[in-house]
């Protein structure tokens, strides 16, 4: 989809997101260690590299690693960098538009995205895409840059059983945080920080079952169309992009490396443009 477009997903959507993470052509390996591949590429979408990453996860199903990139509860306790995050309406039992904001590395000003978020689960196989999107009702707000998320997107293949222990996520990201950023961060998002959100995420996955058990088990709308209570999405509601697309860039090049390193290379790092989130 393009990036402004409402619509619900359609099959075609989801195989070009399965496409992008299993064809490597014309990306470059930037990483590589502890079973965890990550490329990037450029394309002519935007300035800011496209960035993909592999993780094979051999402790944790594809049925919980699919309930941690959904559950808004959970990602509390695991996502350090969030803020904020809520769910604005809905298209219908599988497409939403939500609401992400983040703090990147210091001092960099925090970051937001207004996405619309696509899902589909085929047992042994799980994806999750958004794009970004200008509801109404969620205005660009002082001292936050609106970032665009032109097309981020989660891939699990179960190694066998779903329900059990072993999985393949890759993840896709073509994403803007805007603003003009500093050299130094730019470069980070491939070589330290998408690692380490796959670090996190695998961690968090670990943790799901034991959480979930205490915290309302049986409440999994993503799974269970029923139990989804959004308003419906009223057209009117959505705006132009072009606005966001042309904001004026706020230059933040004299961001100082070394007031960033301990967020990044420390286990809490935070995420810029590689998170446009699937929330």
């Not at 393009?2 to 992008?20: F, N, P, T």
Request: charged share 25%; glycine share 4%.
């Amino acid at each position: 989809m393009e990036v402004g477009e409402v619509r619900i997903a359609e099959d075609r959507d989801y195989s070009e997101l399965k496409r992008m993470c299993t064809c490597h052509d014309g990306w470059k390996q930037e990483y590589q260690k502890n079973g965890i591949t990550v490329w990037t590429k450029m394309t002519e979408v935007s300035e800011f590299k496209m960035v993909k990453v592999h993780s094979t996860l051999k402790d944790v199903s594809a049925n919980t690693l699919y309930d941690v990139l959904h559950d808004p509860g959970y990602r509390k306790s695991w996502d350090s960098s969030m803020v904020e995050s809520y769910d604005i309406c809905c298209l219908n039992p599988n497409n939403d538009i939500g609401y992400y904001s983040f703090k990147p590395p210091k001092p960099l000003k925090a970051r937001d995205f207004v996405t619309l978020r696509s899902w589909l689960d085929m047992m042994n196989e799980k994806i999750i895409i958004n794009h970004s999107v200008n509801h109404e009702s969620v205005p660009v707000k002082k001292n936050c840059v609106r970032g665009i998320s032109y097309m981020t997107g989660y891939y699990i293949q179960a190694s066998g059983n779903p329900e059990q222990p072993g999985c393949v996520l890759s993840y896709v990201t073509q994403c803007d945080p805007k603003g003009k950023l500093p050299v130094w961060c730019v470069n980070k998002v491939a070589q330290y920080v998408a690692p380490k959100v796959m670090n996190k995420i695998h961690k968090a996955a670990k943790g799901y079952p034991k959480w979930k058990a205490k915290h309302n088990p049986q409440w999994k709308p993503w799974l269970y169309p029923e139990q989804m209570t959004l308003p419906r999405l009223q057209l009117n509601q959505i705006l132009s992009i072009e606005d966001q697309k042309n904001a004026k860039v706020i230059d933040e090049t004299n961001a100082q490396e070394a007031e960033e390193k301990e967020e990044v290379d420390g286990e809490d790092s935070s995420s810029l443009g590689s998170t446009a989130d699937a929330e």
